[in-house]
């Protein structure tokens, strides 16, 4: 964010709207009425006046910089915050002093990354220029948390307010970048070289010469029984782009594939897309992905995830306008964490439009990768690492979004993570993208 952005009316509404529906039961944000003028977003719920200060424009001072961002808003024993004035009444309405509903604004929307002056070497917007890094706070969902302030203030004049329906859903996906097919032995090598897997690497020599199938088609399967066991809905995103330098290429019309490809939609799992890794920006691209993957399945995607999380916010634009109703890539690649500040799926805004997209996304918080690669954690310490983001996740009301590769659950500190985190979420609801 390099200039003062524009924030309509309806667009700060929305994110005042955005606010209530975590902070208050749905029946209560369907009968509350939401205003807002050049100063301040006025929220009406239960009979409760309520007054967040909202400012037209955000600049990048004003995001980083914000007293409210790095500090605990909601307050632990769940009362009222401090900062907050007024009885709740029409002519004394609770006046929040801090700008809520603008930092929900730029958050859910990444507003810091549409235009970044500094990229990664994957061409992504790296997380320790974020203001959540800056400030110590990627590991929590501060959005969520501006909700709960909202909430303790109302019910600091309404008592018995219902709060948002709490508890969490658990939303388990695989990214499939690379199945073994066609064989290379580069990369059967690394499983040798790269992670000390000599079985994986006898097992893609065996496949090779008819005995079996590869290493990383086995880490499929592996899911899915897994899943099978405690009964787990997966969601499974597969690659239709050739190969690239960064794109395995395989192609799921091989006939070796069909069988599996009926049992995953038959076992209740989902299969989506996992665009290639030049596809962001590219929208003919990812159209022809997307015509591939339908040549597969004889539908069309519900949705998925940027490979590599190649991400930035116009790729919502992108998806949409590719006829996607959700995606999942808004979490950072190399820290659990909330990227957009919550754990709640939500529809982003459109600024073309005016207008929130039909785009759900649901966003990412906990990858296997991170944890391994970039945390450098063992398998029992992902596994804590998990249960810590699923009580995080479980506070706010929210959705527990993991990741986990296929090609990576070979491995045996992997799997063991994998099974632990799986153990975690096998009571937990499944959420459904349509709920949002
Ligand atoms: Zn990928």
Redesign the pocket.
């Known amino acids: 964010m390099t200039r003062a952005i524009e924030i309509s009316l309806a667009a700060r509404c929305w994110a005042a709207s955005e606010l209530l529906r975590r902070a208050v039961s749905a029946e209560l944000v369907g009968k509350s009425r939401i205003s807002a003028d050049s100063e301040v977003c006025r929220i009406r719920v239960d009979g409760v006046f309520v007054e967040v200060p909202c400012s037209r424009h955000l600049t990048p001072g004003k995001f980083r910089n914000a007293s409210v961002f790095g500090v605990r808003v909601a307050q632990a024993d769940g009362s009222a915050p401090s900062s907050v004035a007024g009885s709740g009444t029409e002519s004394d309405p609770l006046r929040f002093s801090d700008d809520l509903v603008g930092l929900t604004f730029a958050m859910l929307n990444r507003l810091e990354e549409l235009k970044p002056v500094h990229f990664d070497p994957w061409g992504r917007f790296p997380v320790e220029l974020s203001a959540a890094y800056r400030s110590d706070m990627v590991d929590r969902p501060i959005v969520d948390e501006y909700a709960e302030a909202l909430r303790a203030a109302v019910r600091s004049v309404r008592p018995r307010i219902a709060g948002r329906q709490s508890g969490v859903s658990y939303f388990m996906t695989h ?3 690379n199945v073994g097919v066609p064989f290379r032995l580069t990369t059967s090598a690394g499983h040798i070289l790269r992670r000390g897997n000599a079985l994986a690497f006898a097992q893609d020599i065996g496949s090779r010469l008819g005995v079996g199938v590869p290493a990383r088609w086995r880490g499929l399967q592996h899911l899915l029984r897994e899943g099978k066991q405690r009964d787990l809905r997966l969601n499974f ?1 597969f ?1 239709f782009s050739g190969p690239t330098s960064h794109d395995s290429g395989y192609d799921l019309r091989a006939p070796v594939f069909k069988r599996y490809l009926t049992a995953i939609e038959d076992a209740g799992h989902e299969a989506g897309i ?1 665009p290639g ?1 030049f596809t962001m920006g590219d929208e003919p691209a990812l159209s022809e992905e997307i015509r591939r993957f339908r040549e597969i399945f004889g539908r069309s995607p519900h949705g998925g ?5 190649r991400w930035t916010p116009k790729s919502w634009g992108e998806w949409e306008r590719a006829g996607l109703r959700y995606d999942s890539s808004v979490g950072w690649p190399t820290l659990p964490g909330f990227r957009a500040g919550t754990a709640v799926p939500y529809h982003p805004w459109n600024f073309e439009a005016d207008a929130p997209y039909r785009l759900v996304e649901v966003p990412l918080v906990f990858m296997d990768t991170s944890a391994f690669d970039d945390l450098h954690l063992s398998g029992s310490e992902a596994i804590s690492v998990a249960a810590e983001f699923i009580e995080k996740c479980r506070t706010v009301g929210g959705v527990f979004t993991t990741l986990w ?1 296929n090609c990576r659950v070979i491995d045996s500190e992997h799997s063991f993570a994998f099974r632990g985190t799986a153990n975690l979420i096998r009571e937990l609801p499944c959420y459904e993208v349509n709920e949002c």
């Open positions: 990214d499939i970048d995103y690659k996992h890794y995830r940027q490979h590599y999380l590769h």
